[in-house]
């Protein structure tokens, strides 16, 4: 099927784990994203990419780690996970003129 | 650093209503703006996008308006629904590929 796939779709994991949370995308658009969305603060950009091997950081970049050796993967990892990343993280595609388009996200516990 | 207010933050109608939500944003240098819908516990599914050279975008029932110079996007939903209940999301492109999010307005349709 076309489109952006998250896994895992819900993962609880203990304070100080490293987890890594899985994106693919089937169009080959350069530019992906990770976003996490808290009660509060909406939607906060955690790290984009333009494309393979580049990457940037957004607004809230502390505690990530992300990588893109293929166009279609962007997995996202969190080093040693805290309380306070607790939250349903979202990653997108930017596909031209044709804007953002979403996964269905990952909603993260840390515990 | 462009900021997106969305008003109201809740709106409860009657089925079969017309309503306006709005979206203003601090810095009219757009590339693109988009609506987005979320459903609780989902992804944003993209409604609408309307690139800086365009006034209006129209989809069913749904028509977004963009005035650039004043800063404002309105999203029309005629004759509402109880299916159309959920969050609606503005989100502005800036000519980088960062996109910025409005908190969103809650929209509840009474049966």
């Known amino acids: 099927d076309a489109g952006i796939t998250q896994s895992p779709r819900y993962k609880i994991t203990e304070t100080g784990r490293q987890v890594t949370l899985m994106c693919h995308q089937t169009?080959?658009?350069?530019?992906m994203f990770w976003y996490r969305q808290d009660l509060g603060h909406g939607l906060r950009l955690i790290y984009y990419s333009a494309a393979a091997d580049i990457t940037d950081k957004g607004e809230v970049p502390d505690g990530y780690v992300v990588s893109r050796s293929k166009t279609e993967n962007f997995p996202l990892t969190l080093e040693s996970a805290t309380r306070s990343q607790t939250s349903v993280y979202f990653c997108?595609?930017?596909?031209?003129?044709?804007?953002?388009?979403f996964g269905s996200g990952t909603r993260l516990t840390v515990v | 650093k462009q900021e997106v207010t969305q008003i109201p933050a809740a709106l409860s109608v009657p089925e079969g209503e017309n309503l306006v939500l709005n979206c203003s944003f601090t810095?009219?240098?757009?590339?693109?703006l988009q609506w987005f819908r979320q459903d609780p516990g989902k992804g944003l599914t993209s409604l609408l996008l309307?690139?800086?050279?365009?006034r209006e975008q129209t989809s069913g029932r749904l028509n977004a308006s963009l005035d650039k110079s004043s800063g404002r996007s309105t999203l029309y939903i005629a004759a509402s629904q109880p299916g159309d209940s959920a969050t609606y999301l503005c989100?502005?492109?800036?000519?980088?590929?960062?996109?910025?999010f409005g908190a969103g307005t809650r929209l509840t349709v009474k049966p």
């Open positions: 169009w080959s658009h350069s530019y």
């Open positions: 989100a502005v492109r800036p000519w980088s590929n960062d996109m910025r």
């Open positions: 997108a595609s930017l596909g031209g003129d044709y804007g953002y388009t």
């Open positions: 810095d009219s240098a757009i590339y693109n």
């Open positions: 309307i690139q800086s050279s365009q």
